[in-house]
């Protein structure tokens, strides 16, 4: 199975600070890669799939990169709704693997 | 609106079976794959398994193989989620998905059930 890995685990921040998000796969996986937020209590929401495209009415601070191995979720201006825990995921190759998640908090 | 919507919370006993359900409304359920989710209390996500509800292909999990059966009812456009026998390290919280693009076996999620918490005590 392809092993997923995002850096760093927990990131603290102001809000309207520039945020970057590092997810590395074991193996090439070309843009098949997705990112999720998920807040406290709440189901993960699609940010992000094919490496770098935005899901349908996400906010354009939320930027996507990378092909192959290594991939980077950026959010430009973070609001106070930014605050929660970041997935990536990739859909490769069976099965699908989800990072371990970053949680982002407010310094 | 496209949505999945789940079943409510459940506790049980160890040993004791169960099945949950996802019923999608707002799309052609029988087009999309739908997938099941395991969250652990205070951990990551855990990709289970999935199925077609057009003609009930499904695929699983090395991890679920065996432990989990994942079935669907396509006149009712619910899928489901069982167990035969639950043990206590089945507690979690169980979200289905939508893949994103239509009859897309391996897809992004863009749909989340609200997700179902199951609870195994004696």
């Known amino acids: 199975a392809i092993r997923m890995t995002q850096s760093p685990s927990s990131l603290s921040a102001s809000t309207g600070d520039r945020v970057t998000i590092t997810c590395r796969a074991s193996q090439g996986i070309s843009s098949y890669l997705a990112w999720y937020q998920q807040k406290p209590g709440k189901a993960p929401k699609l940010l992000i799939y094919?490496?770098?495209t935005l899901q349908s009415g996400v906010p354009s601070r939320f930027s996507g990169s990378g092909s192959g191995t290594d991939f980077t979720l950026t959010i430009s201006c973070l609001q106070s709704e930014d605050f929660a825990t970041y997935y990536c995921q990739q859909y490769y190759s069976y099965p699908p693997g989800f990072g371990q998640g970053t949680k982002l908090e407010i310094k | 609106e496209v949505q999945l919507v789940q079943s409510g919370a459940e506790v049980k006993k160890p040993g004791e079976s169960l099945k949950i359900s996802c019923k999608g409304s707002g799309y052609s359920f029988t087009s999309y794959w739908i997938g099941w989710v395991r969250q652990m209390p205070g951990k990551g996500l855990e990709w289970m398994g999935i199925i077609y509800p057009g003609d009930s292909d499904t695929r699983y999990s090395p991890s679920f193989q065996g432990q989990v059966t994942i079935s669907a009812d396509k006149s009712i456009s619910t899928a489901y989620l069982q167990w035969s026998s639950l043990k206590a390290s089945d507690t979690a919280m169980y979200y289905c998905?939508?893949?994103?693009?239509?009859?897309?076996?391996?897809?992004?999620?863009?749909?989340w059930g609200q997700g179902t918490m199951v609870t195994v005590s004696s």
């Open positions: 094919a490496a770098s």
């Open positions: 998905v939508r893949h994103r693009g239509i009859a897309e076996e391996v897809d992004a999620f863009d749909i």
